[in-house]
């Protein structure tokens, strides 16, 4: 079973433009991690964010937690066109060993 | 370049034939992953080795059969494998549970045709 579902399952932006991908969970949670994926290629680390945190920064990404709402977003500013790619979020299924991914939101930014 | 490598990048084989994808890390990780990434589909779990010990089989059919000699390799040998098996094969490694938090490392993945 998938433990993430995210939306949207397509974005299409403009070069300069913000990107927003949401990103909802089943289980509980110690953190939550995002991926970005090119086309055919496996996925990079991009972030975590422990449950405890709200909010965390790196570069042009911003990541938000609400662990009340089981839900997670994925905030790309000032996008460029090399940051088309499918991007996932991934959490551990409490209690085994499964690391789970989301569905993937693939973002296309136009130049 | 992540410290994750897996052979062949590439593979078309009939479906009788048998084959086998290896994945490698020399990062030290405890765990080893075996993922399906089919067209427009999402990723799924289909092994987990920890300790060279196999802790998860998301019913998988037993035409997939892991391996794994040691820490560093995982196998998956494919035999009389479908079409419908074509798909792309992510291997990943981490390390679970000696810290709180683990991020993933991917290999660059193996294109499977049968067909």
């Known amino acids: 079973s998938q433990q993430g579902e995210e939306d949207p399952q397509a974005l299409s932006i403009q070069e300069g433009e913000n990107a927003t991908m949401n990103c909802s969970y089943k289980t509980s949670i110690n953190n939550l991690q995002w991926y970005r994926q090119n086309s055919g290629r496996g996925l990079v680390h991009l972030i975590l964010i422990r449950s405890n945190e709200r909010e965390k920064h790196s570069g042009r990404l911003r990541v938000t937690l609400d662990t009340s709402k089981k839900s997670s977003s994925l905030l790309i500013t000032a996008s460029r066109a090399a940051d088309t790619a499918s991007y996932f979020c991934?959490?551990?299924?409490?209690?085994?060993?499964?690391?789970?991914f989301g569905t993937g939101t693939r973002l296309k930014v136009l130049a | 370049e992540t410290g994750v490598t897996q052979t062949p990048r590439h593979l078309v084989m009939g479906m009788t034939n048998k084959k086998s994808l290896k994945c490698e890390q020399h990062l030290g990780h405890n765990a080893m992953y075996w993922y399906k990434q089919s067209a427009k589909k999402p990723l799924e779990l289909m092994f987990v080795y920890s300790l060279e010990e196999r802790v998860e089989n998301n019913s998988v059919p037993s035409r997939f059969s892991p391996e794994c000699p040691n820490s560093s390799h995982l196998f998956l040998h494919l035999h009389t494998l479908q079409p419908e098996d074509s798909a792309l094969y992510l291997c990943?490694?981490?390390?679970?549970?000696?810290?709180?938090?683990?991020?993933?490392?991917f290999g660059q993945g193996t294109r499977l045709t049968v067909v």
């Open positions: 990943a490694s981490r390390d679970r549970g000696r810290k709180v938090d683990t991020e993933a490392f």
């Open positions: 991934a959490t551990d299924d409490s209690g085994t060993y499964k690391y789970i």
